[in-house]
């Protein structure tokens, strides 16, 4: 449980919430390397009654659909001040000379950071960039070509 108060922490809600469906149900996490857990600990999860009345929780925001992670929000605030300033300092222009890296260590995190700048556009302008492993569900990251692409992009063109 101390891992999903970290992701819940430091990550999100949808990825607290996909790591306790992953653990409830036996399904192999990245911090598994791909090895099943031992037979029975889903059910251990399962049995608690904690654990139940934390999920019940989750599926209820779930279904309503989870707001963003208070550092999501924080960070949103920021880029919009930050680029916000460089468009009052150019005169109300679009300034192409300021980027930004937001750095995160889970894959589904960067997409809801990416979907959730995505509303600022566009004044933010926010692009995926991941590794190029395979993620838990099969999923490929960018290709070493892909992720030079965005990076020319990043820096180089509007995207």
Known sequence: MQLTTTEQLTGSFTACYTYLQEISTDTPSEEDDGKKKKKGQSQKFKDDPN???????????????????????KLKTILIQHFGSKISEEGGEDNDDTRVMVFSSYRGV????????????P????????????????????AQKDQLDVRVNHLFERL
């Open 51 to 73: 654990f139940r009345a934390l999920m019940q929780e989750l599926e209820m925001q779930r279904s309503g659909g989870f707001k963003p992670h208070p550092k999501i929000e």
């Open 110 to 121: 960067v997409d809801e950071i990416v979907q959730e700048l995505d509303k600022e556009r």
């Open 123 to 142: 004044l933010i302008r926010a692009a995926r960039f991941i590794g190029q492993g395979v993620d838990k569900q099969g999923n490929k990251g960018l």
